[in-house]
């Protein structure tokens, strides 16, 4: 059962979007289906004639991704190993990764304030390639992140002083603009991306590319198919695939339409961002001259301490938060041969340790998500979960028919599939069905030949659920492990009604939890303490304060026998997200840590898929998505 409250919020709302644009969209759609044109089709060239006409711009060419757009224009350059391209640091890995692709090396440049590319660094930048003579300087791409323009102003000059040709990345950017000059209207060559989650996006991937040079536009139009010339068994070059599926073109054609008004929706939601977090954050500097696109809204904490608590607190208000980019490009593994040391580009190593976006997008309100809109999201999802049961939006009153104490004004959403389980209970019958030998010490893991020493023993396979211990499990042994302790504390209460097994369970706004057990028995709880360690002391004080908040929905809490106070240790990681897999360089050695509060229903699956991982099964779930290598990394 949950209370009314701002929360649940969608980060970037394509649904709400669709809504808006349903019948056009799906006509499209139906359209391309029906005219069997899948690839290059005419809406195609339709949307590249329109983005031309919208950016200012002689031409435009679409293709596959914003990846494939910068690899395109890069190959068009013709970037050779000596070559070298400057990027910025703090921004997405494709914008550094491209030059690589095509046989150049990126020279990385700090940022400035802004969060763009530090015209000053990278003058610093181009005059050391230039002063050690390993390198040809080639190229600049900037990128307009976030939604901001580069600062052109400063750059354009110093590209046209060493002789360098500009690369805009405005896969952010696109409707943004500088002095009235839309974003990608500003390099020797521009590119976007049409990811879902930009200002313009698609329901897949695509990109697109500007240019006002005709022999340059000619060239990529050629190697977007495989270096086509004549015809498409005529290869006079070395290209790649990078077409733009019709379907793609036909939405963004639609979107297309309505993106001046989503422009300016999203100015509207920035403006009251800034408005309301301007004395507590860092906000986003746009100038007077410039015009945001708002791909992302960023704010800056004081230090990473600070803001993983901010992230913290606002997940349990039901608010997603991501961090663009946690780690800056020349800190990545892939560039460590780069030789860049850790004071170099030092404004962005410490920006990358303070930055958060909030959810932006163009239908955001201040009083988001109400308990209508909640349900409506939960019956969407009921298909892939009909554990969710049914699902109900309930008076005051008629809570009080199954709970008689319950004294919360506002309506509730109670979903009937709802449950509970006693923790510790439920691990030891897991315990006793596996029959496995538990050992409980604090133990070591040790490298012996081809085997792993465990308390001695050996084994060949290790599978390490150490929770937030893992650490010094695996520190010892050379690595870096993003996992820190979280403190949890709750309570156990007994009322008078011993009618609490019918009980749902309640979960108003926060982090409280009300849950009810047979016989009267209630717990309450429970806390998310980032900052105790590994501290397992009890703190009333704090328990009294989640007691007093439960009483206002539960009146028997007040006068009801404390029966147990618990605490344990959870753990998290940086961004507060799991992760398993095989730890990099041990072989068959298993690690799944960052479970944080969720390890009863999250733990099992994580277990079967780590089981599959061992016997060489298929998995359900992809371990992509909570990948061991960012989390456990071996140390310089």
């Not at 396979?461 to 492990?481: C, N, Q, R, S, Y």
């Not at 390890?599 to 359900?620: C, D, F, K, V």
């Amino acid at each position: 059962m949950f209370s009314d409250k701002e929360g649940n919020v969608d980060f970037i709302d394509l649904g709400r979007q669709y809504d808006v644009i349903k019948d056009k969209i799906d006509i499209a759609i139906k359209n391309v289906v029906e005219s069997h044109c899948f690839i290059m089709g005419p809406e195609v060239l339709e949307l590249e004639d329109k983005l031309a006409k919208f950016v200012g711009r002689k031409y435009c060419l679409t293709c596959a991704n914003g990846t494939d757009a910068i690899q395109i224009a890069l190959m068009a350059y013709d970037i050779k190993k000596e070559d070298a391209v400057f990027v910025p640091s703090f921004t997405f890995f494709a914008t550094a990764e491209t030059v690589s692709l095509v046989g150049g090396t990126p020279i990385f440049v700090d940022t400035d304030s802004d969060y763009n590319m530090s015209a000053e660094s990278l003058e610093t930048e181009i005059k050391r390639v230039i002063s050690e003579g390993k390198l040809n300087p080639k190229g600049i791409i900037p990128v307009d992140l976030f939604g901001r323009s580069a600062n052109y102003d400063v750059i354009l000059p110093i590209a046209k002083k060493y002789g360098l040709f500009l690369l805009e990345d405005a896969a952010q950017g696109l409707g943004g603009s500088l002095h009235g000059k839309r974003n990608g209207a500003f390099g020797d060559v521009s590119t976007t991306s049409f990811f879902p989650a930009k200002p313009l996006g698609c329901y897949g991937d695509g990109g697109a590319i500007f240019t006002d040079d005709d022999e340059l536009f000619t060239k990529m139009k050629s190697i977007r198919v495989h270096g086509m010339g004549a015809d498409r068994y005529d290869n006079i070059r070395i290209g790649i695939n990078g077409r733009m599926d019709t379907i793609q073109a036909a939405v963004v054609l639609v979107k297309l339409d309505i993106f001046e008004k989503e422009l300016d929706a999203r100015q509207k939601v920035a403006a009251w961002y800034s408005e309301e977090l301007k004395d507590t954050f860092i906000i986003p500097e746009v100038d007077q001259e410039y015009f945001s696109a708002w791909a992302q809204y960023t704010l800056r904490a004081k230090n990473e301490e600070e803001r993983s608590k901010i992230i913290q607190g606002m997940k349990e208000e039901g608010i997603p938060v991501m961090i663009y980019y946690p780690i800056p490009l020349h800190e990545q593994t892939a560039y460590k041969n780069l030789g860049y040391n850790g004071t170099r580009l030092s404004r962005c190593s410490e920006i990358a340790k303070q930055v958060f976006s909030l959810p932006m997008h163009p239908y955001l309100k201040k009083d988001e998500v109400k308990l209508p809109e909640l349900k409506e999201l939960a019956e969407s999802r009921m298909e892939l979960s009909p554990m969710i049961g049914e699902l109900k939006l309930l008076s005051k009153e008629d809570v009080q028919k199954v709970i008689p104490s319950f004294d919360n004004n506002g309506d509730v959403l109670y979903a009937s599939g709802g449950g509970r389980v006693e923790g510790e209970r439920f691990v030891n019958i897991l315990l006793e069905a596996s029959k496995a030998k538990v050992v409980n010490k604090k133990v070591s893991l040790e490298l012996a030949g081809d085997k792993y020493l465990v308390d001695n023993k050996g084994f060949d396979i290790v599978v390490l659920a150490t929770g937030a211990w893992l650490k010094d499990v695996l520190e010892p042994l050379g690595f870096a492990v993003d996992v820190r302790p979280q403190k949890g504390q709750l309570r156990d209460y007994k009322i008078k009604d011993n009618n609490t097994g019918a009980y749902p369970v309640i979960m108003p706004e926060g982090e409280l939890d009300i849950i009810p057990f047979e016989n009267g028995v209630v717990s309450v709880g429970a806390t998310h303490e980032n900052d105790m360690g590994f501290d397992l002391e009890v703190d009333k004080e704090q328990l009294d304060t989640f007691g007093n908040k439960a009483q206002q929905f539960l009146k028997e809490l007040a006068d009801a026998q404390i029966i147990n106070e618990r605490v344990g240790i959870r753990a998290y990681t940086s961004d507060y997200s799991p992760f398993y897999g095989e730890v990099p360089t041990l072989k068959n050695v298993f690690a799944a840590s960052g479970l944080g509060s969720s390890g009863l229903t999250t733990g099992p699956i994580i277990g079967y898929s780590i089981a599959n991982m061992i016997l060489g099964r298929e998995n359900e779930l992809d371990s992509q998505d909570y990948d061991i290598s960012s989390y456990i990394t071996v140390k310089d």
